[in-house]
Nanobody
């Protein structure tokens, strides 16, 4: 499976961005999908996941602000990010997981897209 993330950029605190991740080369509905992020000097962390059936999972710091969704007809997963904070600044990666519904143990990774939130 190949994953291509897009949609990152520079935004002011309180603003919004929508990330997209297009998948190819596999059966999209066979994978749970997730978003992870890595800030400078920190380890990569789980942000959000969506199961094959649409159940969603979030890390506590983004609950109520971020929404993950998937469009199986377009083989694409999205991350709508609202009320962005400077601490959301990171490289965001999409990922595909064959076995875990919450997408926390991915088998495939996209290339990452930079999100920068200015204060």
């Amino acid at each position: 499976v190949q994953l291509q993330a897009s949609g990152g950029g520079l935004v002011q605190a309180g603003g919004s961005l929508r990330l997209s991740c297009a998948a190819s080369g596999g059966t999209f509905t066979s994978y749970s999908m997730g978003w992870f992020r890595q800030a400078p000097g920190k380890e990569r962390e789980f942000v959000a996941g969506i199961s094959w059936g649409g159940t969603t999972y979030y890390t506590d710091s983004v609950k109520g602000r971020f929404t993950i969704s998937r469009d199986n007809a377009k083989n694409t997963v999205y991350l709508q990010m609202n009320s962005l904070k400077p601490e959301d600044t990171a490289v965001y990666y999409c990922a595909a997981d064959r076995y875990s519904a919450n997408a926390r143990s991915p088998d495939y990774w996209g290339q990452g897209t930079q999100v920068t939130v200015s204060s």
